[in-house]
């Protein structure tokens, strides 16, 4: 069965760095969308990023743009996001989501994903 596990969150000091990771079984990484999404308290969520595996398309949203990386490892079936520079701003529970379906720049942030993992927490603070 599908499943999703996500770890290498934690607290981090603001200008630090974090690479979270999104373990995958169940399927494997060709022809499907991967996003990051993360939610702070009282706010709602927001999509990170993104890499639809078709074509190694890259999305991100403007505020992580020139900070955050995402990539994949076909082989470890994972996919990552390395996070640099970070701000308090990106504190939240990460959660990484997969899609079955084709995605674009449009449409990988406001998309109902199919399935998700139980999220990780980051948390940056001085």
């Known amino acids: 069965q599908v499943q999703l596990v996500e770890s290498g969150g934690g607290l981090v000091q603001p200008g630090g760095s974090l690479r979270l990771s999104c373990a995958a079984s169940?399927?494997?990484?060709?022809?499907?969308?991967i996003g990051w999404f993360r939610q702070a308290p009282g706010k709602e969520r927001e999509g990170v990023s993104c890499?639809?595996?078709?074509?190694?398309?890259?999305y991100y949203a403007d505020s992580v743009k020139g900070r955050f990386t995402i990539s994949r490892d076909n082989a470890k079936n994972t996919v990552y996001l390395q996070m640099n520079s970070l701000k308090p701003e990106d504190t939240g529970v990460y959660y990484c989501e997969l899609d079955f379906g084709p995605l674009d720049e449009d449409t990988w942030y406001q998309a109902v994903y199919d399935y998700w993992g139980q999220g990780t927490q980051v948390t940056v603070s001085s």
């Open positions: 890499i639809s595996t078709s074509d190694d398309s890259t």
């Open positions: 169940g399927f494997t990484l060709d022809d499907v969308a």
